[in-house]
């Protein structure tokens, strides 16, 4: 049987990847974080979460080894991070400056990236510097994975293709219209069957067309790279947007736009599990190498872990549903304290020494009052505003300040404000609207400051901006203010 024992509540938007290494479960989220935790009781790693992208986050991976935590974001870059200290190893930025929508490390500690515009480029993580690039069509591409022997690695493309790679980014193979209307995910088995001359894989990949499927790849010296069809399975009424292997290669599951988690006999091709926990869409899963866990992430802003127990495998109870009253412990997210109620940048002095002493910082309350800190104030803080005007000298007390800082933005700002009020630079309600040449709306200052350090691109795509013009949003500006006297 499969039963719920855990739900994490502490991201503020979708979870968009879940990521697990031996010892620690990692997940991303739209909210521009990566948070870590221990597997062994869930605790949440003191120096997660992760804050240095400045965009949603869309996957993470760990290295081989478990010594690293790979993440990718709109922003274009992949970030890696040490999981002893939480601090970024290495910072890479696409070619291009597209959004960068998976990132995959091979089982050598490569590391593979791909980005909106179909590019894909190959990083050797010991040298930090770029090995290879490639591009797989005009389509994002949205899944990777690499064979356990490291020797191909597998794309899908929102245009619903499947290509096969070798490590000199030379494409092998590919199948067309693999899922109509896109692939979402595609994951090989870690098992590999190798005999000398030959060797053959299994890839699950699922769609748009809420069907997940199972291929067999097979290499031969002289035959080269084939690919063949072994299951499609239809256990999931709508789109579906994760699937992943157990590490033994038994078991497959799949998360789904109908808010259901499926679990598969992945050599049969027999639905086993129907599980119904999350609230909206499922868009993350992932099997620990060390454990019976699952982690599944959603549009609900949690993530469940589940364990599988011994006999999962067996087809006495095939297709049975597992209902939400399955749960039997929950992590909750911190709660904020009351005057979290108000805006951040409405908040007084008092409220900041309130929201210090909460947050276990109460060291820092007569140095903020002493600089009359108030919520506006709280929220334009930098590491070298504390170091030089606010005289504190602890690196580590400098760092947990901004990361909690962040996370109450990211906290604030998620709980209730109309999304269409919140400048996507900042993530903060918007003061001076303005609408950009890309056709989106930011606050006048932080679009200006972005325009002249980031060489005239769109925040949201990307791509060069026409012209620098800023036209007032005053429609936005005024229903903004409606909202804010109704509060």
Request: net charge negative.
């Given at each position: 049987?499969?039963?719920?024992?855990?739900?994490?509540?502490?991201?503020?938007?979708?979870?968009?990847?879940?990521?697990?290494?031996?010892?620690?479960?990692?997940?991303?989220?739209?909210?521009?974080?990566?948070?870590?935790?221990?597997?062994?009781?869930?605790?949440?790693?003191?120096?997660?979460?992760?804050?240095?992208?400045?965009?949603?986050?869309?996957?993470?991976?760990?290295?081989?080894?478990?010594?690293?935590?790979?993440?990718?974001?709109?922003?274009?870059?992949?970030?890696?991070?040490?999981?002893?200290?939480?601090?970024?190893?290495?910072?890479?930025?696409?070619?291009?400056?597209?959004?960068?929508?998976?990132?995959?490390?091979?089982?050598?500690?490569?590391?593979?990236?791909?980005?909106?515009?179909?590019?894909?480029?190959?990083?050797?993580?010991?040298?930090?510097?770029?090995?290879?690039?490639?591009?797989?069509?005009?389509a994002s591409v949205v899944a990777c994975s690499?064979?356990?022997?490291?020797?191909?690695?597998?794309?899908?493309?929102?245009?619903?293709?499947?290509?096969?790679?070798?490590?000199?980014?030379?494409?092998?193979?590919?199948?067309?219209?693999?899922?109509?209307?896109?692939?979402?995910?595609?994951?090989?088995?870690?098992?590999?069957?190798?005999?000398?001359?030959?060797?053959?894989?299994?890839?699950?990949?699922?769609?748009?067309?809420?069907?997940?499927?199972?291929?067999?790849?097979?290499?031969?010296?002289?035959?080269?790279?084939?690919?063949?069809?072994?299951?499609?399975?239809?256990?999931?009424?709508?789109?579906?947007?994760?699937?992943?292997?157990?590490?033994?290669?038994?078991?497959?599951?799949?998360?789904?736009?109908?808010?259901?988690?499926?679990?598969?006999?992945?050599?049969?091709?027999?639905?086993?599990?129907?599980?119904?926990?999350?609230?909206?869409?499922?868009?993350?899963?992932?099997?620990?190498?060390?454990?019976?866990?699952?982690?599944?992430?959603?549009?609900?802003?949690?993530?469940?872990?589940?364990?599988?127990?011994?006999?999962?495998?067996?087809?006495?109870?095939?297709?049975?549903?597992?209902?939400?009253?399955?749960?039997?412990?929950?992590?909750?997210?911190?709660?904020?304290?009351?005057?979290?109620?108000?805006?951040?940048?409405?908040?007084?002095?008092?409220?900041?020494?309130?929201?210090?002493?909460?947050?276990?910082?109460?060291?820092?309350?007569?140095?903020?009052?002493?600089?009359?800190?108030?919520?506006?104030?709280?929220?334009?803080?930098?590491?070298?505003?504390?170091?030089?005007?606010?005289?504190?000298?602890?690196?580590?007390?400098?760092?947990?300040?901004?990361?909690?800082?962040?996370?109450?933005?990211?906290?604030?700002?998620?709980?209730?404000?109309?999304?269409?009020?919140?400048?996507?630079?900042?993530?903060?309600?918007?003061?001076?609207?303005?609408?950009a040449a890309d056709g989106y709306s930011y606050?006048?200052?932080?679009?200006?400051?972005?325009?002249?350090?980031?060489?005239?691109?769109?925040?949201?795509?990307?791509?060069?901006l026409q012209t620098t013009a800023l036209t007032?949003?005053?429609?936005?500006?005024?229903?903004?203010?409606?909202?804010?006297?109704?509060?």
């Amino acid at each position: 049987m499969v039963s719920l024992i855990c739900t994490l509540r502490d991201h503020r938007d979708d979870i968009n990847c879940c990521a697990f290494s031996a010892s620690l479960l990692a997940t991303c989220s739209s909210d521009k974080t990566v948070r870590v935790y221990f597997t062994r009781d869930f605790s949440e790693a003191a120096f997660s979460p992760l804050t240095g992208h400045g965009y949603g986050v869309h996957c993470c991976c760990f290295s081989p080894c478990g010594q690293y935590l790979a993440s990718c974001s709109t922003d274009a870059t992949t970030v890696v991070w040490s999981m002893d200290t939480g601090e970024i190893v290495t910072v890479f930025e696409h070619p291009g400056r597209s959004p960068v929508r998976v990132c995959v490390f091979s089982p050598d500690a490569s590391l593979v990236s791909g980005a909106s515009d179909g590019t894909l480029a190959l990083w050797d993580f010991n040298s930090k510097t770029l090995r290879r690039t490639g591009a797989a069509n005009e389509a994002s591409v949205v899944a990777c994975s690499f064979t356990p022997c490291g020797q191909m690695f597998a794309t899908g493309s929102t245009y619903g293709d499947i290509r096969l790679w070798d490590v000199g980014m030379n494409q092998l193979h590919a199948v067309k219209n693999a899922h109509d209307l896109g692939v979402t995910c595609c994951h090989f088995d870690p098992r590999s069957q190798s005999g000398g001359l030959a060797s053959q894989f299994r890839l699950a990949s699922c769609g748009q067309d809420s069907q997940v499927k199972i291929w067999i790849v097979s290499w031969h010296a002289a035959a080269g790279v084939k690919m063949h069809l072994l299951h499609t399975l239809i256990g999931q009424s709508a789109p579906v947007l994760s699937c992943a292997f157990s590490s033994d290669g038994q078991l497959l599951v799949s998360g789904s736009v109908d808010k259901t988690i499926t679990v598969y006999d992945a050599h049969q091709g027999v639905l086993l599990y129907t599980l119904k926990q999350h609230d909206r869409y499922v868009t993350a899963c992932a099997f620990s190498p060390a454990s019976s866990l699952i982690a599944t992430g959603s549009m609900d802003k949690t993530v469940n872990v589940w364990r599988v127990e011994d006999g999962c495998s067996g087809h006495g109870d095939e297709g049975k549903s597992l209902p939400a009253e399955t749960s039997d412990v929950t992590a909750e997210g911190r709660k904020l304290p009351g005057h979290s109620r108000l805006l951040v940048c409405d908040w007084s002095e008092e409220d900041v020494s309130a929201w210090l002493c909460a947050e276990g910082l109460e060291a820092l309350a007569e140095p903020f009052k002493a600089n009359n800190i108030d919520g506006g104030e709280l929220i334009a803080l930098t590491k070298e505003t504390l170091a030089t005007e606010m005289k504190i000298e602890s690196v580590g007390l400098r760092n947990k300040v901004m990361r909690k800082i962040e996370e109450l933005k990211t906290s604030l700002v998620c709980s209730g404000i109309p999304d269409e009020f919140l400048c996507p630079i900042t993530r903060e309600v918007m003061k001076d609207p303005v609408i950009a040449a890309d056709g989106y709306s930011y606050e006048r200052e932080a679009i200006e400051s972005w325009i002249n350090s980031k060489n005239r691109s769109s925040p949201m795509t990307n791509l060069p901006l026409q012209t620098t013009a800023l036209t007032p949003n005053r429609t936005l500006k005024m229903a903004i203010g409606r909202w804010r006297s109704s509060q």
